[in-house]
């Protein structure tokens, strides 16, 4: 029987996440970045993230089918209680759950943090990722017309967001700095709703 495992990202899986986000560069317009890093730079950007918020990958028997993370959506202090979404799935992956599971389980944690406000950016047209977004209690924030220029066009960005406290906010807790039982039990959980579908 698959056996599939959430886990916190390391440096040492550049490599294997890399080879999942290329094609996004160079195949589409999911994201609007034009060259393919380095294994070295990918590994900073794993560590860099990593030191404030959460970087997920999930496997199956071994393999990483993909991964998800967060990162600060705005520099100023008024800010930090925002994050914006990102995942990434290897081909193929798509339609079995994988990714809406993987992305509820970073919200838990984010919400373990403190953070308040999420917001995730789609690139149109993206009806299985909207779809996916709201699924997960996301709405509609507004679209960016023309906003990104990749492929010789121009494409619409789709906005969404979602909130997860109300009231005078407490300081944000760094994902590291979080209680390690607490994010080893909000893993199992979405582990074993994967594992339980897969049954």
């Not at 056996?3 to 317009?29: G, H, M, Q, W």
């Not at 993909?66 to 081909?91: K, M």
């Not at 300081?171 to 039990?185: C, G, S, Y």
Request: proline share 4%.
């Amino acid at each position: 029987m698959s056996k599939f495992v959430i886990r916190k990202a390391t440096e040492n899986d550049a490599e294997s996440l890399l080879k999942i986000y290329e094609p996004y560069i160079t195949n589409t317009t999911i994201t609007f970045e034009y060259d393919v890093p380095t294994a070295e730079a990918f590994a900073g950007r794993i560590r860099e993230t990593a030191a404030a918020f959460p970087y997920l990958v999930c496997e199956r028997d071994g393999v990483i089918m993909g991964y998800a993370y967060a990162h600060r959506i705005r520099e100023r202090a008024a800010y930090d209680w925002d994050a914006e979404l990102s995942i990434y799935l290897a081909q193929g992956t798509h339609g079995h759950g994988v990714g809406t599971t993987v992305l509820a389980c970073l919200i838990d944690l984010l919400e373990l943090q403190g953070l308040r406000h999420l917001y995730s950016c789609v690139t149109l047209p993206n009806e299985k990722s909207i779809r996916m977004q709201r699924r997960l209690g996301f709405a509609d924030a507004g679209v960016w017309h023309d906003s990104g220029w990749k492929f010789d066009g121009w494409h619409d960005v789709a906005w969404l967001e979602k909130h997860i406290g109300s009231g005078k906010p407490q300081p944000v807790t760094p994902f590291p700095a979080l209680d390690e039982k607490n994010i080893q039990e909000c893993l199992q959980k979405y582990m074993d709703k994967l594992n339980q579908v897969e049954e």
